[in-house]
Nanobody
Framework: QVRLVESGGGSVQAGGSLRLSCAAS????????MAWFRQVSWKERQFVAA????????LYADSVKGRFTISRDHAENTVYLQMNSLKPEDAAVYYC?????????????????WGQGTQVTVSS
């Protein structure tokens, strides 16, 4: 059974930092892209960042460029999201996603596997 488990969420003040982790089990995604999305309950799930299979290519939403960094560790089958200079509008549930494709995607439908989400709260 494939599982993606996020961790690292929490509450921070505006300007602070958090590092999210997503550990995959049941299948290696070393040849596939992975991504982070976020969702505020009444809104659609929003793309945040994606990384290709070897980490050589990344894609970011305009709203997080220059503040967030996505990375991955093949040995640990884990993807990370370093979030700096957090703003109140970054508050959301953050979801990890894995694709069975081999490109880099920003659409939810390209991702077949999802974690349960981790809450990020940013106070002003």
């Amino acid at each position: 059974q494939v599982r993606l488990v996020e961790s690292g969420g929490g509450s921070v003040q505006a300007g602070g930092s958090l590092r999210l982790s997503c550990a995959a089990s049941g299948r290696a995604f070393n040849s596939n892209p992975m991504a982070w999305f976020r969702q505020v309950s009444w809104k659609e799930r929003q793309f945040v960042a994606a990384i290709n299979w070897n980490g050589g290519s990344t894609l970011y939403a305009d709203s997080v460029k220059g503040r967030f960094t996505i990375s991955r560790d093949h040995a640990e089958n884990t993807v990370y999201l370093q979030m700096n200079s957090l703003k109140p509008e970054d508050a959301a549930v953050y979801y990890c996603a894995a694709s069975t494709g081999n490109d880099i995607y920003s659409n939810t439908y390209e991702y077949s596997y999802w974690g349960q989400g981790t809450q990020v709260t940013v106070s002003s």
